[in-house]
């Protein structure tokens, strides 16, 4: 099975910092791959470099056999790669339709015009949104947002704001799906909740997701496979269990008095 | 009551009954008011419709698209500049004033190049810059019409044949007026606006869902410059004449002025704060010492303060001052503005007598 999303050797250094020394790894249709290591070990960085907020200074970026490193945020958009955020970058003043309805964004084309003659429901930009609005309405069904659906997001439980950016994320329709530590946070209920989304994601829609995650059961439970960086290095790549009893990552989390 | 039945209420023009209802009289007061009323108030409705104009256009920028901009005395000159110089080369006048805003909205374009990277402070100065700038080359170059200004050509567009030229002139501004506040209010629920409140409110996010950041924050400066333009080009005719001192640094801080009392990124609040600080604009203005002298109680005390420690005539630009503090006292209080006491009157209305 050849990989939807391929990372090929990617580094880059901020200054003198070298935050990511030639990180390889890959993710198939329908695959889950959760990426993790302790603090600052550069995951976050990786995610940033696929979303094209960071552009690599070594290596490769490939989507679908297209090499996306170098692109700016949107077009990386475009070719359908979704992502949430670490630290919740929702729209606060949007109500939970409406920044879902921001990600319909690259689906819909209604200009400056249009948008301004939107008078009755039946003029082009209104039928579009009102189409939108449908399969936004879909998502909030598939992740219980019902009850918050007109609410402004920034008054929303943290929980539940993960919940919404993952909608978000969703509403675009990726092929390549980023969560950035969507579990953080999140009391049992959530996670599991969390969990059976996610697995339902990729059995319905055969999203290929990269997952950041520091929870290893929640990891374990959903990752066929798992990739450990430790100070920018891809330091184990394997089955949850390989990598959980792998030496070096024992040592990257406990130190290496505590492996000896 | 809340209950929604389809998708499409959420994009109605008119949410509630009552809305609509109030909505209708409104217009219908403002179609019968060149019946009923004398040229003066004519000229106050018109003076405050283009400030509705220029104030929509200035929250899409400010309060939707979350960019400051110091400069927009500049895009409402050239408004009003490539108006009159249009008019003079012979265009008929609604052609012209679409033209005056497409020229502003270019301008705006311009401004916005520096924006993708500015942002706060440093896009303030810029923007400031862009104003003085402006101001400046109007004001001093022959081409046109230095000091003066150029010659506004007389208003000649018959909206409704038998009204005079100031009853017209009324029609087309209230009626811009109400065409800008449809437009702006229909751009902000759809895809082009949502995309400027989402750059606000995170810039990141919206540029991984697929916002080309350089072309909406552009976007957005074209936009409020059109309106802003718009606002000018009728500025021109409304007062007759053009006078480039007209568009200095304190016009920009004016319109400003709307936004925040009226409420950052709302549109009933654009047009509660353009009603507002216009009505006081034409009150403070004119304000003479004996003004001063028939307040109740104080009066006297306070004309002789003001006497002694400003200027013997009365107090010119006292409007500033009023301005300032209502801005430090909105800030404190009420930082919604004027749509955050409407909002909130409204919600207590709703649960009466609970």
Same mark, same amino acid.
């Given at each position: 099975?050849?990989?939807? &999303?391929?990372?090929?050797?990617?580094?880059?250094?901020?200054?003198?910092?070298?935050?990511?020394?030639?990180?390889?790894?890959? $993710?198939?249709?329908?695959?889950?791959?959760?990426?993790?290591?302790?603090?600052?070990?550069?995951?976050?960085?990786?995610?940033?470099?696929?979303?094209?907020?960071?552009?690599?200074?070594?290596?490769?970026?490939?989507?679908?056999?297209?090499?996306?490193?170098?692109?700016?945020?949107?077009?990386?958009?475009?070719?359908?790669?979704?992502?949430?955020?670490?630290?919740?970058?929702?729209?606060?003043?949007?109500?939970?339709?409406?920044?879902?309805?921001?990600?319909?964004?690259?689906?819909?084309?209604?200009? $400056?015009?249009?948008?301004?003659?939107? &008078?009755?429901?039946?003029?082009?930009?209104?039928?579009?949104?009102?189409?939108?609005?449908?399969?936004?309405?879909?998502?909030?069904?598939?992740?219980?947002?019902?009850?918050?659906?007109?609410?402004?997001?920034?008054?929303?439980?943290?929980?539940?704001?993960?919940?919404?950016?993952?909608?978000?994320?969703?509403?675009?329709?990726?092929?390549?799906?980023?969560?950035?530590?969507?579990?953080?946070?999140?009391?049992?209920?959530?996670?599991?909740?969390?969990?059976?989304?996610?697995?339902?994601? $990729?059995?319905?829609?055969?999203?290929?997701?990269?997952?950041?995650?520091?929870?290893?059961?929640?990891?374990?439970?959903?990752?066929?496979?798992? $990739?450990?960086?430790?100070?920018?290095?891809?330091?184990?790549?394997?089955?949850p269990a390989e990598v959980r009893a792998h030496p070096e990552v024992l040592k990257a989390y406990l130190g290496a008095e505590a492996v000896a | 009551m809340d209950m929604k039945r389809s998708y499409y209420e959420d994009l109605r023009l008119f949410d509630t009954l009552p809305l609509s209802l109030w909505l209708g009289v409104a217009v219908l007061a403002l179609a019968a008011a060149p019946a009923v009323f004398g040229n003066y108030p004519l000229y106050v409705i018109g003076y405050i419709a283009i400030n509705v104009i220029v104030a929509l256009g200035l929250n899409v920028l400010v309060g939707y698209t979350g960019q400051i901009s110091l400069g927009h005395a500049g895009f409402f000159a050239i408004g009003a500049y490539a108006v009159t110089m249009l008019a003079n080369a012979g265009l008929p006048i609604l052609p012209a004033l679409l033209l005056a805003g497409l020229i502003a909205a270019a301008f705006g374009f311009l401004l916005g190049l520096p924006a993708l990277r500015l942002e706060g402070p440093y896009l303030a100065v810029v923007t400031l810059g862009f104003g003085l700038t402006v101001e400046?080359?109007?004001?001093?170059?022959?081409?046109?019409?230095?000091?003066?200004?150029?010659?506004?050509?007389?208003?000649?567009?018959?909206?409704?044949?038998?009204?005079?030229?100031?009853?017209?002139?009324?029609? *087309?501004?209230?009626?811009?007026?109400?065409?800008? *506040?449809?437009?702006?209010?229909? *751009?902000?629920?759809?895809?082009?606006?949502?995309?400027?409140?989402?750059?606000?409110?995170?810039?990141?996010?919206?540029?991984?869902?697929?916002?080309?950041?350089?072309?909406?924050?552009?976007?957005?400066?074209?936009?409020?410059?059109?309106?802003?333009?718009?606002?000018?080009? *009728?500025?021109?005719?409304?007062?007759?004449?053009?006078?480039?001192?007209?568009?200095?640094?304190?016009?920009?801080?004016?319109?400003?002025?709307?936004?925040?009392?009226?409420?950052?990124?709302?549109?009933?609040?654009?047009?509660?704060?353009?009603?507002?600080?216009?009505?006081?604009?034409?009150?403070?203005?004119?304000?003479?010492?004996?003004?001063?002298?028939?307040?109740?109680?104080?009066?006297?005390?306070?004309?002789?303060?003001?006497?002694?420690?400003?200027?013997?005539?009365?107090?010119?630009?006292?409007?500033?001052?009023?301005?300032?503090?209502?801005?430090?006292?909105?800030?404190?209080?009420?930082?919604?503005?004027?749509?955050?006491?409407?909002?909130?009157?409204?919600?207590?209305?709703?649960?009466?007598?609970?």
């Open positions: 099975m050849s990989a939807l &999303l391929e990372i090929d050797q990617i580094g880059i250094s901020f200054g003198g910092v070298k935050a990511l020394l030639g990180v390889s790894l890959a $993710v198939a249709r329908g695959e889950v791959v959760a990426l993790i290591g302790p603090n600052g070990a550069g995951k976050t960085t990786v995610f940033n470099c696929i979303s094209g907020l960071y552009h690599p200074q070594q290596g490769r970026i490939v989507v679908d056999g297209r090499e996306i490193q170098g692109l700016r945020p949107h077009r990386v958009a475009q070719l359908g790669i979704a992502r949430t955020f670490q630290n919740i970058e929702l729209f606060k003043h949007m109500s939970t339709v409406d920044n879902l309805l921001l990600g319909r964004h690259l689906h819909m084309r209604s200009g $400056v015009l249009a948008g301004m003659a939107l &008078l009755g429901p039946y003029l082009p930009a209104a039928r579009e949104e009102l189409r939108h609005r449908t399969r936004v309405e879909e998502i909030i069904d598939f992740l219980d947002l019902q009850a918050v659906r007109g609410e402004r997001v920034g008054n929303l439980p943290y929980g539940t704001q993960k919940v919404v950016e993952l909608g978000r994320a969703l509403a675009m329709e990726p092929r390549v799906l980023l969560l950035d530590e969507p579990a953080a946070g999140m009391n049992l209920e959530e996670k599991q909740d969390l969990r059976i989304w996610i697995q339902d994601i $990729v059995a319905l829609f055969g999203v290929a997701i990269l997952l950041i995650e520091h929870d290893m059961q929640f990891v374990g439970d959903l990752a066929q496979r798992v $990739v450990a960086l430790n100070y920018g290095e891809c330091i184990a790549a394997g089955t | 400046t080359i109007f004001a001093k170059a022959a081409f046109f019409g230095g000091a003066t200004g150029p010659a506004v050509p007389a208003f000649d567009l018959v909206l409704v044949p038998g009204f005079s030229r100031e009853q017209n002139l009324y029609l *087309l501004i209230v009626a811009t007026a109400g065409l800008s *506040l449809l437009a702006v209010r229909n *751009l902000m629920h759809t895809r082009v606006g949502r995309a400027f409140v989402a750059i606000r409110d995170s810039d990141i996010a919206a540029s991984c869902a697929g916002v080309d950041l350089t072309y909406y924050k552009t976007l957005a400066f074209a936009v409020s410059a059109f309106f802003t333009g718009l606002g000018g080009g *009728l500025f021109a005719f409304h007062l007759g004449q053009v006078d480039p001192t007209t568009f200095n640094l304190m016009l920009s801080i004016l319109f400003l002025a709307m936004v925040v009392i009226g409420g950052v990124g709302s549109i009933l609040g654009s047009v509660l704060g353009a009603v507002v600080i216009s009505l006081l604009n034409l009150k403070l203005k004119g304000l003479k010492m004996a003004d001063f002298e028939q307040l109740p109680l104080i009066g006297h005390e306070l004309a002789g303060f003001l006497g002694r420690n400003f200027m013997e005539t009365g107090m010119a630009n006292i409007q500033f001052i009023v301005y300032g503090t209502i801005l430090v006292l909105i800030m404190l209080f009420e930082p919604l503005g004027l749509y955050g006491i409407w909002i909130r009157t409204k919600r207590y209305w709703r649960t009466w007598p609970f």
